[in-house]
């Protein structure tokens, strides 16, 4: 298996360098802020997914087949939505109605105002370089989790760190590599911090550490190469929900994913297109390498 990289390795931005200063938390302070970790859940988890495209039907759905019969979740979901625009009253969402048409649709600012639940899962619309500069997504990832700690102090909010267009000009793995550190750490996370952790489920490098390692190999059983993992440019088919499904699962619950189910359903009870049992494997196996080497997932190391 190729060197992990640890996205760790890369320390944290001074946020001087982007020009950015909201945050009233020094550096030492967060590396000491997540070096605490989080303890392992105690048991099954209500939890909010807050989106677009990239979150979807199907992945929520796949976690609660992972996470076991107790886990239960709702969510409210757009077309390419900010975090400002599910935050606003009044604001129109494009693709609302659709989205939103199924039992687990639930309105956001009820749903966090609520203390219902144990952790907000939340994440920015993509093109994200255009979302920090145009919709305030880290004074909008604030208001987020105050308002869920509000309501229930013992909720987890977790920012979902997605991806970007296959064909991006930069290089699809480069910007897997640069943009958690100069965008959804320097730009979202960081700059929304105070005194409280707010964690990273780390979808994006779990999907480029994948993909590096299995065209390193020429192939992992059913998947040949990255464009298993999506249906169109962006979009993620049945693989790659299951590996960002996986992923969620390791983040929330601290859960080496090692040895779960593979043959899962989507959100309408259809049989989703599994992974052989050789890539569910590496799968499973690099989803805990990357949780379990970044900090800002909450999960500890003296979990392995």
């Not at 807050?50 to 969510?75: C, F, I, N, T, W």
């Not at 309105?107 to 907000?120: H, L, N, Q």
């Not at 229930?152 to 640069?178: K, V």
């Amino acid at each position: 298996m190729s060197r992990l990289f640890n996205p760790a390795a890369a320390g944290l931005l001074v946020l001087a360098a982007f020009g950015f200063n909201e945050s009233s938390v020094g550096s030492a302070e967060i590396d000491a802020l997540y070096a605490r970790g989080t303890e392992a859940p105690a048991g099954a988890l209500r939890v909010f997914h807050l989106g677009h495209s990239l979150v979807g039907r199907d992945m929520p759905a796949m976690v609660a087949q992972l996470a076991g019969a107790d886990h239960r979740y709702e969510s409210q979901l757009g077309w390419g939505t900010t975090m400002k625009e599910h935050w606003e009253p009044g604001t129109s969402i494009k693709g609302f109605e659709l989205e939103n048409g199924h039992p687990r649709y639930r309105p956001a600012r009820e749903a966090v105002a609520s203390g219902d639940y144990d952790a907000f899962v939340l994440t920015e619309m993509v093109e994200i370089k255009d979302a920090v500069r145009y919709f305030d997504s880290s004074a909008y990832m604030k208001r987020w989790a105050e308002a869920g700690w509000k309501a229930n102090p013992q909720a987890r909010i977790y920012l979902y760190e997605t991806w970007h267009p296959l064909d991006d000009p930069e290089g699809w793995l480069q910007r897997i590599d640069r943009d958690l550190s100069r965008y959804w750490e320097g730009r979202i996370l960081v700059p929304a911090l105070r005194d409280r952790a707010i964690h990273v489920i780390p979808a994006g490098q779990v999907l480029g550490r994948f993909v590096r390692e299995v065209e390193a190999r020429g192939g992992v059983g059913n998947v040949a190469d990255r464009s298993a993992l999506f249906t169109d440019g962006i979009h993620l088919s049945d693989l790659g929900t299951y590996l960002v499904a996986l992923t969620h699962v390791a983040v929330l619950y601290h859960r080496d994913p090692l040895g779960l189910p593979h043959e899962l359903q989507r959100a309408d009870g259809s049989a989703a297109n599994a992974p052989d049992a050789e890539a569910a494997r590496l799968m499973q196996e690099i989803v805990w390498e990357v949780v379990t080497s970044y900090p800002k997932t909450g999960v500890r190391a003296h979990e392995l």
